[in-house]
């Protein structure tokens, strides 16, 4: 069993940069690949970005591509989402998630196990 817990959201403006943490519990949290998702109101939550157990593999969605770097320290239990160049566009909740399939890389929500409660980015233009 992993528990997740998100941090770091908040409301910024059109350019501005924020920082997302996600604390697993566990002893296991580096057997996991780990994966950020965000959804916005009325619409369907989608792949931001993703990280396999020893950070040597990445994807991110093309929407998000040269603006957002994951990152994972497997000694603290956090994987990190540092968001820069934020658009009015990024406006969503953000939920990170744990994927038993440690080495492969997914996009696809369903193939994730567990979830965290979710933290809002707001983003102004």
């Known amino acids: 069993q992993v528990q997740l817990v998100e941090s770091g959201g908040g409301l910024v403006q059109a350019g501005g940069s924020l920082r997302l943490s996600c604390a697993a519990s566990?002893?296991?949290?580096?057997?996991?690949?780990m994966g950020w998702f965000r959804q916005a109101p009325g619409k369907d939550r989608e792949f931001v970005a993703a990280?396999?157990?020893?950070?040597?593999?990445?994807f991110y969605a093309d929407s998000v591509k040269g603006r957002f770097t994951i990152s994972r320290d497997n000694a603290k239990n956090t994987v990190y989402l540092q968001m820069n160049s934020l658009k009015p566009e990024d406006t969503a909740i953000y939920y990170c998630a744990a994927d038993r399939s440690g080495a492969v890389v997914s996009t696809s929500l369903y193939e994730y196990d567990y979830w965290g409660q979710g933290t809002q980015v707001t983003v102004s233009s």
């Open positions: 990280i396999i157990w020893s950070g040597a593999r990445i």
């Open positions: 566990g002893r296991t949290f580096s057997n996991y690949a």
